[in-house]
């Protein structure tokens, strides 16, 4: 399923199938505030939408699901209320993907970090391509943190170590090892995953609706359960969105030049 227009997030219905592509080829489908505002509007929408069975989120282009963040878009934090805010605002989004009342399927091709790591764990299964490159390297890219959401959905699915090596030895996992650690359902080659996702869509199409979400949200209680408060990291989030590093790193990236971390 390909894009049909220039939007940065488009919804496509294919019978009782939603499509959600995000559409930013040129720069890994990276996100901006307002692709952001349209996944949560989707998501909302299609929860209560009665022509809609299972929703399934991919990136257009081949190369990248979601490769984060658009860094860019940092340019402008300047103060650790900046950075709660934007931390506070994924928590939103995410949520509203992670508790739309649908079965949800992530295609992941290429790069998956990031933000679009996040927007992918939400997601109730992932199909991958053979060369998925999952992680949050952001101890070599950023220097910021994440939510502890964020992090309590990783250590949720992969364990507290692996999540240490996603997190602090930056690693991004291949598709063999996605699977697993469990971050991934499936291994399929790119020539055929578009044919299983939609197979897949459509067994689900085929079962009790009802069963479907009551137990999505069976297994959403008993995770959120374990989950520390949202708000309880904002200490993190300030130390690290205040800092001279972060402030150098996104520079740097933003001026392609040379960064080194100082600690500070």
Same mark, same amino acid.
């Given at each position: 399923?390909?894009? =049909?227009?220039?939007?940065?997030?488009?919804? #496509?219905?294919?019978?009782?199938?939603?499509?959600?592509?995000?559409?930013?080829?040129?720069?890994?489908?990276?996100?901006?505030?307002?692709?952001?505002?349209?996944?949560?509007?989707?998501?909302?929408?299609?929860?209560?939408?009665?022509?809609?069975?299972?929703?399934?989120?991919?990136?257009?282009?081949?190369?990248?699901?979601?490769?984060?963040?658009? #860094?860019?878009?940092?340019?402008?934090?300047?103060?650790?209320?900046?950075?709660?805010?934007?931390?506070?605002?994924?928590?939103?989004?995410?949520? $509203?993907?992670? %508790?739309?009342?649908?079965?949800?399927?992530?295609?992941?091709?290429?790069?998956?970090?990031?933000?679009?790591? $996040?927007?992918?764990?939400?997601?109730?299964?992932?199909?991958?391509?053979?060369?998925?490159?999952?992680?949050?390297?952001?101890?070599?890219?950023?220097?910021?943190?994440?939510?502890?959401?964020?992090? %309590?959905?990783?250590?949720?699915?992969? +364990?507290?170590? *692996?999540?240490?090596?996603?997190?602090?030895?930056?690693?991004?996992?291949?598709?063999?090892?996605?699977?697993?650690? +469990?971050?991934?359902?499936?291994?399929?080659? $790119?020539? =055929?995953?578009?044919?299983?996702?939609?197979?897949? $869509?459509? *067994?689900?199409?085929?079962?009790?609706?009802?069963?479907?979400?009551?137990?999505?949200? +069976?297994?959403?209680?008993?995770?959120?359960?374990?989950?520390?408060?949202?708000?309880?990291?904002?200490?993190?989030?300030?130390?690290?969105?205040?800092?001279?590093?972060?402030?150098?790193?996104?520079?740097?990236?933003?001026?392609?030049?040379?960064?080194?971390?100082?600690?500070?």
């Amino acid at each position: 399923m390909e894009p =049909k227009s220039t939007a940065e997030l488009e919804l #496509i219905k294919d019978g009782r199938i939603a499509w959600l592509i995000f559409n930013r080829p040129k720069v890994r489908n990276a996100m901006t505030w307002g692709m952001y505002d349209s996944l949560e509007r989707h998501c909302q929408a299609l929860s209560e939408d009665p022509e809609v069975d299972v929703v399934v989120l991919r990136g257009s282009g081949g190369e990248a699901f979601v490769a984060g963040t658009d #860094i860019k878009q940092f340019t402008g934090f300047e103060t650790a209320r900046h950075a709660l805010d934007y931390e506070h605002r994924i928590d939103e989004v995410i949520g $509203a993907l992670e %508790s739309l009342g649908k079965p949800t399927i992530a295609l992941l091709e290429g790069f998956c970090v990031g933000g679009g790591a $996040a927007i992918a764990m939400a997601c109730d299964f992932r199909y991958c391509t053979p060369d998925l490159r999952f992680g949050v390297p952001i101890a070599k890219t950023l220097g910021n943190c994440v939510s502890i959401t964020n992090v %309590s959905r990783l250590v949720d699915l992969v +364990g507290a170590a *692996r999540a240490k090596e996603v997190l602090m030895l930056a690693k991004l996992f291949g598709a063999d090892e996605a699977k697993q650690a +469990g971050l991934v359902t499936e291994v399929v080659a $790119a020539e =055929k995953i578009e044919a299983e996702v939609r197979q897949v $869509a459509e *067994r689900l199409g085929g079962f009790a609706p009802l069963t479907l979400r009551a137990s999505k949200e +069976g297994v959403s209680r008993v995770l959120a359960a374990r989950r520390p408060p949202a708000g309880s990291e904002e200490d993190l989030i300030a130390l690290c969105y205040t800092s001279r590093d972060f402030k150098s790193a996104v520079k740097a990236f933003v001026d392609k030049t040379p960064h080194a971390w100082r600690g500070e």
